[in-house]
């Protein structure tokens, strides 16, 4: 079985739900992930996912609607001061 977990101290939280008794010795072992893609291919596949939203018509209109909704004024009402 092969779980991944993330490190807390000296718990190792487990990101999936295993079926094994609470207080079971188990055994990790850790490994370093050397990066094996060189730039070029890193860079390659950024270009992929920056590419994603190339055909989306409506990508102007939905980042200009954003933009919009930023910039509202969303003061508060105050008491007049004049009472």
């Known amino acids: ?3 991944k977990g993330i490190l807390h101290g000296q718990t190792i939280e487990l990101l999936e ?3 094994v ?3 079971t010795e188990v055994t990790i072992e850790i490994s370093d992930r050397p ?3 060189s730039t070029e291919e890193r860079l390659a ?3 992929q996912l920056f590419g994603a939203w ?3 018509s409506d990508l ?3 980042f200009a609607e954003i933009d919009r909704n930023r910039h509202v004024a969303r003061g508060r009402q105050l008491d007049s001061f004049e009472d």
């Open 60 to 62: 102007d209109d939905i």
């Open 21 to 23: 008794p609470d207080g």
């Open 45 to 47: 596949k950024l270009n």
């Open 17 to 19: 739900q295993i079926n």
């Open 35 to 37: 990066i094996t893609a």
């Open 1 to 3: 079985m092969k779980v």
């Open 54 to 56: 190339h055909d989306q």
